[in-house]
């Protein structure tokens, strides 16, 4: 059965970059049906949409983040991973990996338990 | 603001049939499917609704989607207690907005 789990620093300073890691076990990443993507949810607010990657190493983000965001994937450790610099309280939130169907990329059928990461001082 | 509208809130009774409405515009639900998450509290999104009115494996048919132009419902009946969730609606978007918007979520009680 397909799992994914975040991880990475709870804690990031104003200014610093953020950096999470979404490792993909009971499957491979390498898979040619899916892309590997980035939610996450502000506290008490609703998702939004951050990005998604190929194995190839293809992606594609949401316009309003691209300039602060990279994701980028690592096949051998069946790893993805998700950067974005010079963050601020506004990025604080639960940050989800989960899995995007390459035929349909709002298709997110498998998810992360989600992680917390606060930026603060 | 999200790109596509929810209503925050939509309540019912046990066994009742509720809707939730989702709008958006020509460049997302107008030109593409729409799919709906169901979120339990302090647990993660759960695909509930692909492709306007596809239902993943496992989900009760209780649950349906309709499309219409450039809005799209989900419809519950038969409703329990353990639908008590948020439901966000999500779609590609073919402008600027996008790739993928989610609306603002709706908050389902069970009165």
């Known amino acids: 059965q397909l799992q994914l789990q975040e991880s990475g620093p709870g804690l990031v300073k104003p200014s610093e970059t953020l950096s999470l890691t979404c490792t993909v076990s009971g499957g491979s990443i390498s898979s040619s049906s899916y892309y590997w993507g980035w939610i996450r949810q502000p506290p008490g607010k609703g998702l939004e949409w951050i990005g998604s990657i190929y194995y190839s190493g293809s992606t594609y983000y949401n316009p309003s983040l691209k300039s602060r965001v990279t994701i980028s994937v690592d096949t051998s450790k069946n790893q993805f991973s998700l950067k974005l610099s010079s963050v601020t309280a506004a990025d604080t939130a639960v940050y989800y990996c989960a899995r995007v169907a390459v035929a349909d990329p709002s298709y997110m059928d498998v998810w992360g338990k989600g992680t917390t990461v606060t930026v603060s001082s | 603001q999200s790109v596509l509208t929810q209503p925050p809130s939509a309540s019912g009774t046990p066994g009742q049939r509720v809707t939730i409405s989702c709008s958006g515009s020509s460049s997302n639900i107008g030109s593409n499917y729409v799919y709906w998450y169901q979120q339990l509290p302090g647990t993660a999104p759960k695909l509930l609704i692909y492709?306007?009115?596809q239902r993943p494996s496992g989900v009760p048919d209780r649950f349906s989607g309709s499309k219409s132009g450039t809005s799209a419902s989900l419809a519950i009946s038969g409703l329990r207690s353990e639908d008590e969730a948020d439901y966000y609606c999500?779609?590609?978007?073919?402008?600027?907005?996008?790739?993928?918007?989610f609306g603002g979520g709706t908050k389902l009680t069970v009165l």
């Open positions: 999500a779609a590609w978007d073919d402008s600027l907005s996008g790739p993928v918007v």
């Open positions: 492709r306007n009115n």
